[in-house]
C-alpha cells in the first residue's frame, strides 16, 4: 500500500527557514516524480514543486522560485523541500503528492500534509 | 500566473446530476488534455478522480466523468449521493511555468 508521510512542519518567523521531508513507502520510488502541493487555510490547492525519479529536472512555481528548493534521496525514499526567505503568504499545509506512471502532471496518492506557519 | 476558473459552488438533490467548469487559457487547459479533477472533504488530503480530461483512476465511481471543449474542462457527477459533497478542483499542466496551476475549487453540496 501506497504511504507518503509528511513531517517538518512548524512555526517560522518571517525571513527564516524550514525543511520539511516526506517519507515514502509502498512502491519504487525512484520511479516516480514527486511533487510539493500546498494549501493556505481556507483556500484552495497550489502547486509548489516538482523533481524527477532520479533526481531531475526540478520545477518551481513563480511564487517560491529562487526561495525553495526540493530534492530526493532515493536511498531512504525520502522527499525533501527546503524553504528559505519565508513570507506570511507562505503559510499553509504542504502535501507531497507522487506523480502518476502516466504522467507527473496529475497526482495519485497524496499524504496527509504537515502545516507551516510563518508569523512573528 | 491565475488560477484556473471555477464556481465558488453547486448544489443539487441526491440523483440529480451536476457539472462544474474550469477555466482556462490556451497556454494550459486549451492546449493539452492534460486535466485533472480532485475531490477533497472537509479537513481530508484530495483525491483524483479525472485524469487526462477523462479518465477514471480504478476505485472511482462512473458516476463521474469528465470533458473537455476550448479552453473549458467540465467535471459532471450523475446520481449525486450523499458522500459527494466536498471540495472539488481541476487542474493542467501549463506551459507557462512547465508546471501545474489548480483551479480555485467548487464547493458541491448536496441538497
Known amino acids: 500500500e501506497v504511504h507518503l508521510l509528511e513531517s517538518g512542519g512548524d512555526l517560522v518567523q518571517p525571513g527564516g527557514s524550514l525543511r520539511l521531508s516526506c517519507a515514502a513507502s509502498g512502491f519504487t520510488f525512484s520511479s516516480y516524480a514527486m511533487s510539493w502541493v500546498r494549501q493556505a487555510p481556507g483556500k484552495g490547492l497550489e502547486w509548489v514543486s516538482v523533481?524527477?525519479?532520479?533526481?531531475?529536472?526540478?520545477y518551481y512555481a513563480a511564487s517560491v522560485k529562487g526561495r525553495f528548493t526540493i530534492s530526493r534521496d532515493n536511498s531512504k525514499n525520502t522527499l525533501y523541500l527546503q524553504m528559505g526567505n519565508l513570507r506570511a503568504e507562505d503559510t499553509a499545509v504542504y502535501y507531497c503528492?507522487?506523480?502518476?506512471?502516466?504522467?507527473?502532471?496529475?497526482?495519485?496518492?497524496w499524504g496527509q500534509g504537515t502545516l507551516v506557519t510563518v508569523s512573528s | 500566473q491565475s488560477a484556473l476558473t471555477q464556481p465558488p459552488s453547486v448544489s443539487g438533490s441526491p440523483g440529480q446530476s451536476v457539472t462544474i467548469s474550469c477555466t482556462g487559457t490556451s497556454s494550459d487547459v486549451g492546449s493539452y488534455i492534460r486535466v485533472s479533477w480532485y475531490q477533497q472533504p472537509p479537513g481530508t488530503a484530495p483525491k483524483l478522480m479525472i485524469y487526462?480530461?477523462?479518465n477514471r483512476p480504478s476505485g472511482v465511481p462512473d458516476r463521474f466523468s469528465g470533458s473537455k471543449s476550448g479552453n473549458t474542462a467540465s467535471l459532471t457527477i450523475s446520481g449525486l449521493q450523499a458522500e459527494d459533497e466536498a471540495d472539488y478542483y481541476c487542474?493542467?499542466?501549463?506551459?507557462?511555468?512547465?508546471?501545474?496551476?489548480f483551479g480555485g475549487g467548487t464547493k458541491l453540496t448536496v441538497l
Open positions: 487542474s493542467s499542466y501549463t506551459s507557462s511555468s512547465n508546471g501545474v496551476i
Open positions: 503528492a507522487r506523480g502518476a506512471s502516466g504522467g507527473w502532471y496529475f497526482f495519485d496518492y
Open positions: 487526462d480530461v477523462n
Open positions: 523533481i524527477g525519479g532520479g533526481g531531475g529536472p526540478t
